[in-house]
């Protein structure tokens, strides 16, 4: 069978595991009956009739759905329907061991301040960049022990995405997602292994990961008030060029209040993770847990610094100014790492709603720590957050279950920038009520959306590159772009379809769809809907290895 074609049947490309629900999206003309055959075979293993057809209003189209999941015997095969070209069909044990793996291992590509050598990175090897041992205190950061222009070594951190520019809010869900991975799914990350400078040491590869980042963050701190810089960038973005051809100066700039309390939060849940690993970091978990707290008073003694770009910084933003979720989010952690009972007084839980997060919106965060961690809390308070996380993940199946489409994104509004990530993460708070209550649907909803991120979807592509039969050539990302390889560099969720279509005129290359599931581009030009981001990454590593260790054989 020939790899899926846009508007052609369309099914996870990464295959299924044997437990799994398994759904595929056939277009209308496809009526009548499917069959499942061995591949290369005509042996049928699997028929059954497809549903009738239904308006996916994403996407203007009319969808049948076919129900594969009593197909649960590991192996290849072909999915056939009338008036259909047969399309590819895998069953298997470590469906997503690869794809966990290698969306992990894009963050070691996105890497500042280092080389990445070929044993570590094969040909997308390069020379280090950015050493940023050296940056400048910009006019808006300026304080009396650190005057303008003072310099700074912050070296480390990962590129945000397609830029070379680190923003700690960016960085807070982002840190956040990975080490709650690891929380919930500690031996799945302990076997794993991603070939990279670190793998072998004490830590699993994972935390050597996200400590590149950690490390980076912890110098955002100014230790003379405990305020922390929105972020490490230079005043315009660099060129399509590779890291060590980039010659712009870089500054810190400006505290703000989002990115004290996404650092306190993210400091205090590495300080309970690190824990173990004292042998190895001595004192870094008391480091991390004092540092949170020194960034916790600072936003406390400055509510609202809501970071605005200054005249002459043309990088990205990430400006929020609704800052109650970050207090909440950074409250939450800080009551599960230190106990006390004043960061649960300010938490005011019972008053906080529950939603879908984002880079702007943490509230989900503070939620999903919570219910990982309910027997640290009062009987009432687990009480209280087992059914409000349980009551979200209800609503959301709901959704699953009444779309024509089978997915979460029922809602023009989840079609934004970055609408990958926010299927995913629609997956990720699916998972949190499914281990609270084991109700099938919502662990089923969350395959869906894996399913929909890795090919299930009306143009028949994975969205990460590297990973399926047809995926993104083209990312908006500098090494990508610059590195004289033709393949982009794997692992990389890309943003996804996205109507606001932000980088016209500018892209010269016009989107074929307004439609907000079909409004995507595979080039290079588009920031809006090609681009790769660090949080949007994360969570696709959150939701395969999630899947690939709750789903029952
Ligand atoms: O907040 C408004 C909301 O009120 C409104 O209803 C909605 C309608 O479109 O728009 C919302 O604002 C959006 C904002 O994100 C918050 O979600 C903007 O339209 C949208 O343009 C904006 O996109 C952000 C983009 O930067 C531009 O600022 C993306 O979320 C964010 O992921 C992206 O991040 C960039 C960094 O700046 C630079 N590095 C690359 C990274 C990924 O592209
Ligand atoms: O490359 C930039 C990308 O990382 C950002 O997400 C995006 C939005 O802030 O901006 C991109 O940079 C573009 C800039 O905004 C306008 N001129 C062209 C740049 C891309 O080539």
Redesign the pocket.
Known sequence: AAAAQPGDAAVNQLGYLPGAAKWAVLPAAAGGEFRVVRAGSDSVVLRGAVSPARLWAMSGTEVRLADLSALTAPGDYELRADGQAPVRLRVAPDAYAALTAGALKAFYFNRASTALDARHAGPWARPAGHPDTEVRVHASAASAQRPEGTPLSSPKGWY????Y?K?IV?SGITVYTLLAAYEQFPALFKAQHLNIPESGNALPDVLDEVLWNLDWMLTMQDPADGGVYHKLTNKG?DGNQMPHQTVAPRYVVAKGTAAALDFAAVMAQASRVFKPFEAQRPGLSARMRDAAVAAWQWARANPHVVFKNPPDVR??????DKLDDEFAWAAAELFLTTGDAAYREALKLEAQPIRVP???DVLGLAWMSLAQHRDQLAKADAELVTRRVGDFGRQLAATWQASAYRLTMESA?DF???SN?QALNQALMLIQAYRLGGERAQLDAAQSVLDYVLGRNPLGLSYVTGFGQRSPLHP?HRPSEADGVDAPVPGFLV?GPNP?Q?DQPHCPVRYASKLPALSYIDHGCS??AN???I??NAPLVYVSAAIQALTPP
């Not at 990088?315 to 929020?320: A, F, M, R, V, W």
Request: no cysteine; hydrophobic share 25%.
């Open positions: 945000d995405a397609g830029d520019n923003y960016n973005f990088t990205g933003e990430y400006g929020d984002n880079w702007g509004s934004v920038w970055g990530s908006h943003g606001g932000q920031y809006a681009e790769v981001a949080n949007w």
